[in-house]
């Protein structure tokens, strides 16, 4: 049960990578469909954890680059725990359907991004409206549907090798 926990785990890893590149790349084709800027909320989520933490990033353009690289590694590093956390519980929780658990994923995505930003202050999701609400739901319905079908991919690859001979 240890190994197949530890290739589940790693499975939901590599998959959340294709997912969070799969969820820039919608974020990034939606800012070049409808010409609208990207959001700053990443840095300044960056920037407001690092001052709760106490952590001084720096002056002008140093401490901005700081806050960017810090807020893209925040999502990056979201998406990978997510995918850990999904192929652990796909071990227990096999009946629930690659669409159905992949759009689950994407909702825990949404949920998980959004509550720092909301607990800090810095957004309020009952403001959005429509087109704040779908440029920020499709890409992590992306990522969770890119995730769930990457990882049965790879899970399905790991159990064929088991079965075969050899």
Not at 9 to 38: C, E, F, I, K, N
Request: charge should be positive; aromatic fraction near 6%; charged fraction near 15%.
């Amino acid at each position: 049960m240890k190994s197949i926990l530890c290739r589940y785990v790693v499975a939901g890893v590599l998959a959340a990578a294709a997912g969070t590149t799969a969820l820039y790349a919608t974020t990034y084709l939606d800012q070049v469909v409808r010409g609208r800027p990207s959001s700053d909320l990443p840095e300044r989520t960056a920037g407001r954890l690092a001052d709760l933490a106490g952590l001084g990033l720096g002056e002008g353009d140093k401490a901005e680059s700081r806050k960017q690289g810090i807020g893209a590694l925040l999502g990056i590093g979201t998406g990978v725990v997510l995918g850990a956390a999904y192929g652990g519980l796909r071990i227990r929780v096999r009946e629930v359907s690659v669409p159905v658990g992949g759009v689950g994923l994407g909702l825990v995505a949404t949920v998980v991004a959004n509550t720092p930003m909301t607990a800090l202050g810095l957004t309020d999701p009952r403001t959005w409206g429509t087109a704040g609400w779908l440029s920020d739901l499709v890409p992590h319905l992306v990522f969770g549907l890119v995730t769930a079908y990457a990882f049965h991919m790879m899970a399905d690859q790991a159990g064929s090798r088991r079965n075969q001979p050899g």
